[in-house]
């Protein structure tokens, strides 16, 4: 590993881990950050021997937002006006399930960063905020991925606000999907881990898209939908190992 690399993968039983590795910043989203976490989750989703991805961090922040000793005095461009909408979209959007694993404090574009993800594991002292407003700038970029997940007058009085709140209240309010004692976090992600490898491929890339597409489709898409996949080579074959009480050939073999 060199010294200018931010972001390190891992990939192992068609998991890759991608860890923020920054954390004289706080692992904040600078440019080098935006670019290399860009690639390696390009890298990952082209990849056909992972299945599931896995944003960690090191360090006790998770991430702090944007850089803003970047952002003083700088031009749009440096402040990543493109680079960080098109960062979300790349994970919002990708056919493979995401997973961040928050251990600690998230802020503004950290909190987008989760929030564009599928599944959200974190610690019980993590802590989260829209600190945009204070900042004298807007959580606009983040609010296209933050307000599908949040219950919304609980997202309205915290991007209002630009408090500081827990776990608790983030578990509850829909940012995150499971809160977990610090010391029990990496047990509660390698289940989540072991229940997304379990689903086929090509169901989870669609079952994404079904989700995300909202209330978009009507009952004929649907069925057509549900039709073509009970046809499929991957319906066939998860029937054929329900049946006969196996794995299915898409789930990693154990070490």
């Known amino acids: 590993m060199t010294s200018d690399r931010v972001v390190h993968v891992e990939v192992a039983r068609g998991v890759a881990t991608l860890t923020l590795d920054s954390p004289a910043n706080r692992n904040a989203l600078s440019r080098a950050m935006r670019t290399q976490l ?3 989750l ?12 896995v944003l960690d961090h090191t360090g006790r922040v998770f991430c702090s937002g944007m850089d803003l000793a970047e952002a003083a005095g700088g031009s749009t461009e440096d ?8 960062l979300l979209e790349l994970i919002w959007s990708s056919g493979k399930p995401v997973v961040a694993v928050v251990r600690g404090p998230a802020r503004a574009g950290g909190v987008g960063l ?8 974190a610690g019980a002292s993590a ?5 945009e407003v204070r900042l004298g700038i807007v959580p606009a970029v983040i609010s296209a991925v933050v307000l599908p997940r949040m219950v919304p007058h609980v997202a309205h009085r915290l991007m209002l606000t630009g408090e500081v709140f827990g776990a608790e209240l983030a578990a509850t309010g829909g940012l995150i999907d499971l809160m977990a004692p610090d010391d029990e976090v990496d047990d509660v992600l390698a289940g989540q881990l072991t229940a997304l490898a379990a689903g086929a491929p090509a169901a989870l890339a669609e079952t994404k898209r079904l989700l995300r597409a909202g209330s978009s489709l009507d009952f004929d898409d649907l069925l057509e939908l549900s039709a073509r996949f009970f046809a499929s080579e991957e319906g066939q074959e998860g029937i ?4 006969e009480k196996r794995p299915a050939r898409w789930v990693p073999a154990a070490d």
Do not use: I
């Open 42 to 53: 390009a890298d990952a989703f082209a990849d056909d021997a992972v299945r599931v991805v």
């Open 114 to 121: 989760l929030a564009a993800c599928d599944v959200v594991v």
């Open 79 to 86: 402040q990543g006006v493109r680079e960080f909408p098109e």
């Open 240 to 243: 054929a190992s329900f049946r």
């Open 38 to 40: 860009r690639a390696a």
């Open 127 to 131: 802590t989260f905020a829209f600190s």
